[in-house]
Structure formats: structure tokens, C-alpha cells
């Protein structure tokens, strides 16, 4: 039997059997109010997360929803979860939250570039789960014997405290 199809339609990937990774829950639009030029439609806001979600996708992020099979997720928290397992396994999540508790200044290092640096270990892990008390302390622990000297003068002189006895 011969194959009548376009070259067009030859060239085109195939499409049937696949199909986006993210399940959008129909809406139902029995629930709506127009208001001033503008209709309101009674739409959860994780539906409208999970439409929204592939859109600003790219380089690795963009693969793995592509790999993703059809219909496999459901809800935003299953979303959430499949995508920080993939981008932040528990393996590279611990190395970075190590980095981050190691954290020492570098020699000739200066006070603002350490801290920047710091700062930019903590943006590399989003699920570090240190508070913010932990990090600062992890941070002034990591400074240099000068630079913590001199944040202790500089709060201790801010606060009316003696240096002598603290």
C-alpha cells in the first residue's frame, strides 16, 4: 500500500500517544461573574500553576518535563515534588548544605566578597533549611580572625556593650 502523505507530513514529529506531562483538571466554568470588562472564572490557583508551569522552562529543567510521561502529574505538589527530586536530588541537596556549614573565608579574602560568596552557596541550595540564625552564625564562624573581630567591636560598640566582657 502506498504511503500518501505530504513530505510536510512526513517530516512532522510524531505526535500520537504523546502528550503533556501535567494533567489540568477541567474547569468548570458554571462558576463565573462578569465584573467591569473582565470575567472571573472560579479556577483553583493550583490549576492555574500547573498551566503555567512549562512555559518558562529551559535547559535542564526543559528536558526533564519533556521526559516526562503523559498524564503523570497530577497536582501542584506532585509537580513540586518530581521537579526538586530531579533538579536537587537528596545527594546534591546534603553536598551543598556540607559546602554551606564548612563555609571559611579564603585567604585574602575580603569581608564583602566572602559574604557574597556565602550568599551565593545559600542560592545554590533552596532547600537548604538552615534559619536565618544558623546562617548567620555558620558565616561569622567562617570569617577570617579579623573580620570577626571587627563585626564584635561593631556590635558591641552599637549596643553599648564593653568589648572587655564580651
Not at 36 to 63: C, E, H, T, W
Not at 86 to 92: A, D
Not at 138 to 152: E, R, S, V, W
Request: net charge negative; charged share 25%.
Amino acid at each position: 500500500m502506498a504511503d500518501n502523505r505530504t513530505m510536510e507530513e512526513l517530516l512532522q514529529a510524531p505526535t500520537e500517544g504523546y502528550g503533556e506531562a501535567i494533567v489540568i483538571s477541567k474547569i468548570n466554568a458554571d462558576h463565573f461573574e462578569i465584573k467591569m470588562n473582565l470575567l472571573q472564572l472560579d479556577v483553583p490557583n493550583d490549576v492555574i500553576k500547573l498551566m503555567m508551569f512549562p512555559y518558562p522552562l529551559k535547559g535542564s529543567a526543559r528536558v526533564w518535563y519533556d521526559k516526562e510521561p503523559p498524564n503523570s502529574i497530577l497536582t501542584w505538589e506532585d509537580l513540586v515534588n518530581k521537579f526538586v527530586n530531579q533538579l536537587f536530588p537528596p545527594s546534591k541537596t546534603t553536598r551543598l548544605k556540607n559546602e554551606i556549614s564548612r563555609f571559611t573565608q579564603i585567604f585574602e579574602e575580603t569581608f564583602g566578597e566572602a559574604c557574597e560568596r556565602f550568599k551565593k552557596m545559600l542560592r545554590a541550595c533552596p532547600y537548604h533549611g538552615f534559619t536565618e540564625l544558623a546562617q548567620i552564625d555558620t558565616f561569622y564562624n567562617g570569617l577570617n580572625d579579623c573580620n570577626a573581630l571587627f563585626i564584635k567591636k561593631t556590635l558591641c560598640h552599637n549596643h553599648g556593650v564593653s568589648s572587655k566582657h564580651s
